[in-house]
Every structure is written in structure tokens, then in C-alpha cells.
């Protein structure tokens, strides 16, 4: 979804006031849980901590309409753009028109979801509040964060990203951090993005209040 650089500088400085914060979430590969780590901070700004927000998808993938089927009755509308759950309003596959309205709306945090999908996403990923990069250590996968930092870290605000680290194990995380010279946290399993516990809270009251 490569959008034009002027319309996303007038979206994003003009239409956010200094009350809002917009999370961008990017995975160094697909499938690394992009969309399940979203779903986790959108529960615990909504639910837990009663924030108004909005959760983005901006993957192209049209996902988010899966877990419409999951907590409603029936299919859900093809002209149908969002949808709550909580205190979290989900719009799933949004287009470049929508995102002017939506960044308007009296919500205090939005979640852009942009999968995988750096190099269609740069801008609007580079210009969000919050950054978090989502990678893993696995040894068939590891190779997928390693790139993404060499060859992004030049990037102008991406020494201002956060990479949470799926399924790590201690030992290799404190490794892998000295190699790459940035800070690596870890998510730990949570099948349900819905039911979190005291660690979870406090890992995502770290990653989001502490920026």
C-alpha cells in the first residue's frame, strides 16, 4: 500500500494532537505475530487500561475480519469497515482514503498493524509514536532480524524502535543483543491475545509507557 509522502506528512502532523499516540508494529518476516502482539496491546489499552483505541490494519492482508467470525454471530459484511470489541475499535484492510477519518476519530491510542510489509510501509511506520519491530531468534528465522536491523538501522528514527523478541530464551537474547548492539525484549507465549496476565501487563505497560 505505497501511499503518496505528502498526503501521509499532512495525515500525521496535521490531524494528530499531541494527546494521541499511534503504535506501528513491523515484523521482520511474515508469520512472526504481528497481528497476535497488536491484538495484545489493543486488549490491554482497551480493556484493561480503558483507553479509547483504535487498532489499524494496514498489512493489506484482510485478517482482522477472522477474529470478527470469533466473537460475533455470522459472516461479516464486505462493506462492513470495523468493528469493537471492548474499548477497541477494529478496522480491518484499511485504504489510503480511510486513514484521514479515522486519525480524526476521538480515540487516544491507535495500533497500526503493517505485517510484514516494510517497504510499502516505511513512511507511515517511521512516523509513528511508537515503533516496535517484532522478530525471532529461532535458528531458521534469526537470519530474518539480523537483516532487517543492518540494513534499516540507517534509516532516519529507526534508533528509536523496539524489538520484542518471540518465544526468546534469556540467554540468547542477551547474545544476540551484544551482536547487534540494540535492546531485545521478549513476549512470551500468550495463546489467548485476550486473557493476559500480571507478566504480560507489566511487559506492555514497560514497552508502551516507558517511550
Given amino acids: 500500500m505505497k501511499k503518496n509522502p505528502m498526503l501521509v506528512n499532512r495525515i500525521m502532523s496535521g490531524s494528530k494532537s499531541p494527546e494521541k499516540i499511534v503504535i506501528g508494529l513491523m515484523g521482520t518476516h511474515k508469520g512472526v505475530g504481528v497481528t497476535h502482539t497488536g491484538i495484545m496491546i489493543a486488549n490491554y489499552l482497551g480493556k484493561w487500561k480503558r483507553y479509547k483505541t483504535a487498532y489499524l490494519e494496514m498489512s493489506g492482508e484482510d485478517d482482522i475480519k477472522y477474529l470478527?467470525?470469533?466473537y460475533e454471530d455470522g459472516e461479516m459484511s464486505?462493506?462492513?469497515?470495523?468493528?469493537?470489541?471492548?474499548?477497541t475499535t477494529y478496522y480491518k484492510n484499511v485504504r489510503e482514503q480511510d486513514l484521514i477519518k479515522i486519525l480524526n476519530e476521538d480515540y487516544k491510542y491507535f495500533i497500526m498493524d503493517f505485517g510484514a510489509e516494510f517497504s510499502k510501509n516505511e513512511i507511515e511506520f517511521l512516523r509513528c509514536d511508537i515503533k516496535l519491530v517484532l522478530g525471532s531468534l529461532a535458528e531458521w528465522k534469526?537470519?530474518?532480524l539480523f537483516q532487517f536491523i543492518q540494513n534499516k538501522s540507517f534509516l532516519p528514527g529507526f534508533s528509536q524502535c523496539k524489538y520484542l523478541i518471540v518465544f526468546g530464551q534469556d540467554k540468547d537474547i542477551r547474545i544476540a543483543s551484544r551482536?547487534?548492539?540494540?535492546?531485545?525484549?521478549?513476549?512470551?507465549?500468550?495463546?489467548?491475545p485476550f486473557l493476559l496476565d500480571k507478566e504480560d501487563k507489566i511487559?506492555?505497560?514497560k514497552i508502551i509507557h516507558s517511550s
Fill in 68 to 70: 470478527w467470525h470469533a
Fill in 179 to 192: 551482536e547487534l548492539h540494540v535492546h531485545l525484549d521478549t513476549i512470551g507465549y500468550t495463546p489467548d
Fill in 78 to 87: 464486505s462493506t462492513k469497515r470495523d468493528f469493537q470489541i471492548y474499548h
Fill in 203 to 205: 511487559l506492555l505497560q
Fill in 142 to 144: 534469526r537470519h530474518f
